[in-house]
Antibody
Framework: QVQLQESGPGLVKSSETLSLTCTVS????????WSWIRQPPGKGLEWIGY???????KYNPSLKSRVAMSVDTSKNQFSLKLNSVTAADTAVYYC???????????WGQGTLVTVSS | QSVLTQPPSVSGAPGQRVTISCTGS?????????VHWYQQLPGTAPKLLTY???NRPSGVPDRFSASRSGTSASLAITGLQAEDEADYYC???????????FGGGTKLTVL
């Protein structure tokens, strides 16, 4: 069964770049779209965007100017970069597979990224 | 403010039926975009519960069912169990925002 695991720094300084990687096991990254979703502490979910194996992307317009996603098919990984971060970007960041009708599932366990001043 | 509006909380006794609403607009649910529902148990990642109407991924019991009408969608849970206590989120696409959007989430308490 497919499993996803996020990795990256848990603490990022304000104005710097948040970088996360999602490693996919049990499935080929070439078979689906892959998404990033975040959840500020105690709050709801926010869709960040998705990418396919060829690097084709769709981003949330509210974050588009700061977001970049990439894929490494040789490592079965995809990545997220979010630049010029502020405290408002503090959240648990999840990676997930995009499945039927653009629903997301399964999800990684999530990783908390805190933006410090 | 979320584009999709959910009640902050609902509750029910074991064995009962509860419904969670998700109210949108003509730029999302009302335009017949797919609606998906997720369950987030305490301290865990969300899990896909239903997708595009009343389709359930393998392993999701048929106690969970989804429906839609006009600019709203609903998730019904029958035979309520203690382990159903969780946060539930709806998701759809919004053409005005050109983005997939989530509802604010509903906390289900099993009394």
């Amino acid at each position: 069964q497919v499993q996803l695991q996020e990795s990256g720094p848990g603490l990022v300084k304000s104005s710097e770049t948040l970088s996360l990687t999602c490693t996919v096991s049990g499935d080929s990254i070439s078979s689906y779209y892959w998404s990033w979703i975040r959840q500020p502490p105690g709050k709801g979910l926010e869709w960040i965007g998705y990418i396919d194996y060829s690097g084709s992307t769709k981003y949330n317009p509210s974050l588009k100017s700061r977001v970049a996603m990439s894929v490494d098919t040789s490592k079965n990984q995809f990545s997220l970069k979010l630049n010029s971060v502020t405290a408002a970007d503090t959240a648990v960041y999840y990676c997930a597979r995009v499945t039927y009708y653009y629903a997301s599932g399964p999800w990684g366990q999530g990783t908390l990224v805190t933006v410090s001043s | 403010q979320s584009v999709l509006t959910q009640p902050p909380s609902v509750s029910g006794a074991p064995g009962q039926r509860v419904t969670i609403s998700c109210t949108g607009s003509s730029s999302n649910i009302g335009t017949d975009y797919d609606v998906h529902w997720y369950q987030q148990l305490p301290g865990t990642a969300p899990k896909l519960l239903t997708y595009s109407g009343n389709n359930r991924p393998s392993g999701v019991p048929d106690r969970f069912s989804a429906s839609r009408s006009g600019t709203s969608a609903s998730l019904a849970i029958t035979g309520l169990q203690a382990e159903d206590e969780a946060d539930y989120y709806c998701q759809s696409y919004d053409s005005s925002l050109s983005a997939w959007v989530f509802g604010g989430g509903t906390k289900l308490t099993v009394l």
